[in-house]
């Protein structure tokens, strides 16, 4: 049986355990809030997110105490928004994951070092990037937690142990690949975020779908541009861990941060917006970001540079709009 510790309590982190239990491993599940480990306990659901699952007690063990999950586990899975990763691990020694196989499910950059987040881990931990791995795909928690075909990407440097954790990952509804990269994939996660969001704002401004299938078609130039610029290699972007994931993000009803968008097009302030979401939108901070990561890199990048105006420098969102629909071809 494999041993398995899950680090957060949001959606995703939620959906994995889900996944993951199921399959029969056996997963110390780490939340923050003891009251949610308590209530986890109690009723077998999670109390803030995808209330309806009910978990398995024999195979899920919720605790508050990172450091006990962590010992138990051979593989570490990382599920909280990167803005958090830094103080959710901050109790962990850097030897703590030396024998451990890390994946992160986190699709967002570290805010602080605007760097990816199996790279902090890599650096913090002393860890080889060969331990690690990333969770791509087309995926949304809502749609796992109705058990709605899904498909999963894992991205690493070892395939070995992509393939590894492809098999804790396959069930009736989940297929699952593994993929010789990892910086790639998870800078085209952080990307495509940005533009999810962007079409929110879009939305938001009454623009329609005609607008956001160019918007998403000159994005899909935008990343190809940035991630050959960050880390060239050749890779397949109609790939679905890499296009897939940046559809089903810029069109769900399920989407984090096409969500958050859409109020800032309708006029909410980004904290109001934040406010009325019991969910983080990576997308916020991921255009800061890749932001300060372009200035070195010169990318043409005028989406993300749009969306940067928008939450950063509060130009009004109708104005960088505009200017993107004059660009856009
Ligand atoms: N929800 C989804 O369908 C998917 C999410 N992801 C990624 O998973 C990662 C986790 O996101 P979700 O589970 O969606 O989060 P969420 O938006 O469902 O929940 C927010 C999470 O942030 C935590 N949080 C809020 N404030 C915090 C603080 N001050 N300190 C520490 N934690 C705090 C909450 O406890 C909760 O775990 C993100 O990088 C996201 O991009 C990836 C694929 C699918
Ligand atoms: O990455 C995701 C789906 O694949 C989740 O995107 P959101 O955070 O916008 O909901």
New binding site residues.
Partial sequence: MSKIAVI????????LTKILSENGAQVGWW???KEDVQHLLRTRHNA??LSSVAFDLDKVLPSSDLEEVVEAAEWVVL??????VQ??LEKLDRDDLKHKRVIS????MIPSKNVLVTDYVAERFRLPHERLGI?AGP????E?ALEKQSYLTIGAWDMALAEDFCQLLRNRYVKASPMLDLDGIEYC?VMK?IIALTCGIAHGLGYGDNFQAVLVSNAVQEIRRFVHAVNPQPRDLSASAYLGDLLVTAYSQ?S?NRTFGSMIGRGYSVKSAQLE??????GYYAVKSIHELNKKLLVNMPIALAAYRILYEKVAPAVEIELLKEKFR
């Fill in positions: 957060g309590g949001g959606s995703w982190a939620t959906a939340l923050r809030h803030r997110y599920a909280v928004p990167a803005a958090f103080n959710a499910a986190i699709k967002g969770v995926c949304h928690a809502e796992v996660a975020n399920f984090r979401m019991n969910m983080v939108a990576e």
